[in-house]
């Protein structure tokens, strides 16, 4: 399985912004999908994922302020990102996990937010 992830740049607090991430290749192996950030000085995290039964689960931290979604007709997972704040400030990572436990990851995309 290949990502392809775009969007992101700068935003202002209070604004919003999209991610997209299509898969492609043998996406009948995916397990999961799902975003993962990483702000500079600080450890990856997870922001959100789709699992096997697709429920959709969120960081405390964006519950609520950020949905994610899949189009399954053109392979893509989207991260809708509402109410951002400068703590949101990281490099957006899509990935899939494989029902081998194989994880494949999407090249990040910068979200600055600020003023």
């Known amino acids: 399985v290949q990502l392809q992830a775009s969007g992101g740049g700068l935003r202002q607090p209070g604004r919003s912004a999209r991610l997209s991430c299509t898969a492609s290749g043998d996406i009948h192996r995916i397990k999961r999908m799902g975003w993962y950030r990483q702000a500079p000085g600080k450890q990856r995290e997870l922001v959100g994922q789709i699992i096997e039964d697709e429920s959709i689960n969120y960081a405390d931290s964006v519950k609520g302020r950020f949905t994610i979604s899949k189009d399954d007709a053109e392979n893509t997972l989207y991260l809708e990102m509402n109410s951002l704040k400068s703590e949101d400030t990281a490099v957006y990572y899509c990935?899939?996990?494989?029902?081998?436990?194989?994880?494949?990851w999407g090249k990040g995309t910068q979200v600055t937010v600020s003023s």
């Open positions: 990935y899939v996990e494989e029902w081998s436990g194989m994880m494949t």
